[in-house]
């Protein structure tokens, strides 16, 4: 018998502890044994659910138990989250997380000291919820050479960019909606200011290219300064605003890391990623370009992928599958400074200017643009070069056109 602890009985906590009950039979099966949930720890009683009886509020219990092999933590942060979690390894448990801060900040820590102990850390729910990628970037796409990832990686971001697409609603109309929803958190600041999707690509970047990258080490802009002028100035040259991050292999092998809104043309398959949906393309160099899609947050898909991970420890109790990358340091990454792309200017004023200062690019054209306002879309250059430019000119709004 596989016993099994899960530590924090929240929205994500409490859907591992449905699916293993409700989908118990199916797992069994896949495992050859019995995997049973002892322990729920959490600060709180549950006296009306189904689980009461398997509550503990002391995480030694679950520490000391030789019987438990297996401990889920859905805690969240990395405080509590990761003492418990090296508490767990150093007791030779494997441990299954959906936490992306932990993971993101101390994963390589983690990961080593889960090969020093002989026991598995997995988190396939920490990127993109119930979206398989974290084990086809390690399994499937082993053969390959990972040369870029691009994603949507923030449920919450992509559907008030929805809404301010399809509904016309106005950014802080759409946050609204959102949190009325279940989407957005009473505080969303993680979400919208990109440091969710920051710790995701971190993760995705880590696996792909072998070397811890730190959410310090990836410049996040957020969606709070996407305005409906934006997106229907986007629309007027067939594209969409969406938060995207990307992580791109550079020659000489460093990383250049960065989450930042993009104009993504209608015709690129990310364009059409809706409401809470996630995406994440990725490059190889045998395979081309894959993506992966799916729901990236919510109670049952989330926990589907920690479910997963719990039968993928279950099955290699004593063979482990090995997840690694080594340490990073601040030779690892580089500034997306000097990644040369298109830029959407939108500005106001002296429109002649800016095609002056901006020769050769792309006036676009809208029936019902605001009075004195005009946007454009420039040449490949880097950051410091159009700013260099824009000198003379105060631009509204820039962003990113994906190439």
Known sequence: MVNV????FGVVGSGVAEVLATNGPHIDQKVDDLIRLKYILDVRDFPDSPFADKVVHDFSVIENDPEVSIVVETIGGAKAALDFTRRALR?????VTSNKELVAEHGCELLALAAEQGVSYLFEASVGGGIPILRPLNQCLAANEIEEITGILNGTTN???TRMIRGGLSFDAALKEAQANGYAEQDPTADIEGHDACRKICILASLAFG???YPRQVPAEGITGVTLSDVAWAESCGKKLKLLGRAIRQADGRVCAYVSPHL??????LAGVEDVFNAIAVKGNAIGDVMFYGRGAGKLPTASAVVADVIDAAKHRDEKKRVFWAEGGEDTTVSPDGLASAWYVRGSGDVGAAKAALPGAR?????DAPAGEFALLTGPMTRPELDGK???VKP???FRVLD
């Open 5 to 8: 602890a899960i530590l924090g």
């Open 91 to 95: 007791a030779g448990k494997s441990v």
């Open 159 to 161: 559907y008030i960019l």
């Open 211 to 213: 070397r811890h990258i």
């Open 264 to 269: 993504v043309d209608v015709e690129n398959p």
């Open 363 to 367: 006036l676009l054209e809208r029936a």
């Open 390 to 392: 824009l000198a003379c």
């Open 396 to 398: 509204l709004s820039v």
